[in-house]
């Protein structure tokens, strides 16, 4: 029995918790989502079906839970014809911009060349 426990704790998965920002952000897009089938007037079963997901799953996705995978979320869009937004996601990486500029500031030298050598 002590055996099987410890099998069972190493195979427990341990998730780091979002950052709250990033929960919000999350939240805010189920919100959306949400939003998005109310102005089209669809029913939370119909855009489920055509999503090929559950609809507590819906649900979930409107609560912007992190747990949902992001080709969940993606389906979900597609069916409401949101799916040219999932372009955006990242396409804005100004943090990284930044540290690559700031390694292009470092004196950067090419390889010594050798001298030309006539063959023997």
Do not use: C, H
């Not at 119909?46 to 999503?51: G, I, L, P, S």
């Not at 609560?63 to 080709?71: H, I, M, T």
């Amino acid at each position: 029995m002590v055996f099987v426990s410890k099998i069972l704790n190493i195979m427990a998965r341990t998730v780091p918790p979002l950052l709250p920002r990033v929960s919000r952000v999350l939240r805010a897009m189920g919100d959306r989502v949400r939003q998005a089938r109310l102005r089209r007037a669809y029913s939370a079963e119909t855009v489920a079906q055509r999503a090929g997901i559950a609809r507590m799953t819906l649900m979930r996705v409107e609560r912007g839970d992190p747990a949902v995978a992001l080709g969940i979320y993606a389906r979900v869009l597609q069916a409401l014809g949101l799916e040219a937004g999932l372009d955006y996601i990242a396409t804005d990486d100004e943090l990284g911009r930044k540290l690559q500029d700031a390694q292009l500031g470092e004196r950067a030298r090419a390889p010594r060349s050798r001298p030309w050598r006539e063959p023997r």
